[in-house]
């Protein structure tokens, strides 16, 4: 099985990197976008930093490529990652506030999906970031399943919404880089959200393996979101964001329960 494994950052300067790599909070608010770094919360300790996210991508899929797609441009020499891990960008200048409308991270998607239907002949391509805890899965034994059902894409639902993908085939991503319906960067607010677009574009191609969890975003720091309780997070196979009074013990009961994928 053919793995790609990537996540998503930007940094500015070395500082920055240096930041993102280690969870070091320099600045919780982007000074040119004002968009939030919740992954290097001070309260998160580094747990939720780059270095522990490609550690685990490591230990459980043995990817054939991993790589960091950014929004913007962060300089690949900052990096602290080995040098086989890319830094793929999207090129775009920084200069407005991160909004609905100017999205960012619908950018940093974009180079996701065009790094990775051209570097080669893979499998599944897993987009999960810094700021996910996995807990009890088996991964060999989902991937597998995946690769043998139709659909093109696998992930949780948010509540009533379809949208938090983490798996791609081929045509999945070629599908989110070539079909879209609104533009990466407008100033127009009005457009629907990524979420909601990633919902409809993926209607009927998409696999929910978990439809007992109603979401996998506690979104502890982000204030708009509901947070559901500790207890009900617990139980989840993956926590986005969570309250940092639970991590320790989930890494403990359930992070250390996860099925890596076998090596064939």
């Known amino acids: 099985m053919r793995i790609l494994c990537a996540c998503s950052s930007y940094w500015n300067t070395q500082a920055e990197a240096d930041a993102r790599y280690n969870g070091v909070c320099l600045n919780l608010v982007d000074p040119l976008t004002g968009n939030v ?70 950018c940093a998607l974009t180079m996701t999906m065009a790094h990775a239907l051209d570097w080669g002949d893979w499998d599944v391509l897993l987009a999960i970031e810094p700021d996910i805890l996995l807990g009890n899965v088996d991964w060999d034994a989902l991937l597998r399943e995946f690769l043998a059902r139709p659909e093109e894409v696998f992930g949780a639902t948010w ?29 127009d607010e009005s457009v629907p959200w990524l979420d909601h677009e990633m919902a409809a574009m993926f209607k009927g191609r998409a696999w929910n393996p978990w439809p007992e969890m109603r979401t996998y975003r506690q979104d502890f720091f982000h204030p708009p979101s509901v947070h559901p309780s500790n207890e009900e997070a617990m139980r989840w196979p993956m926590v986005r964001m969570p309250d940092p009074s639970l991590i320790d013990e989930y890494l403990r009961t359930q992070s250390s329960l996860a099925k890596p994928v076998q090596l064939e």
């Not at 379809?162 to 085939?169: A, I, L, N, R, T």
């Open 37 to 106: 770094a919740y992954p290097i919360h001070p309260e998160y300790a580094g747990r939720l930093a780059i270095k522990p996210w490609y550690e685990n991508m490591q230990r459980l899929f043995h990817p054939v490529h991993t790589f960091v797609a950014c929004g913007t441009y962060s300089n690949p020499a900052f990096s602290r990652l080995p040098p086989e891990v890319a830094i793929v960008n999207s090129g775009v200048f920084p200069e407005r506030p991160h909004t609905n409308g100017w999205q960012y991270m619908a």
């Open 159 to 187: 509540y009533d919404i379809h949208c938090d993908m983490m798996g791609y085939k081929r045509r999945g991503a070629a599908r989110f880089l070539h079909q879209r319906t609104r533009p990466n960067l407008t100033e």
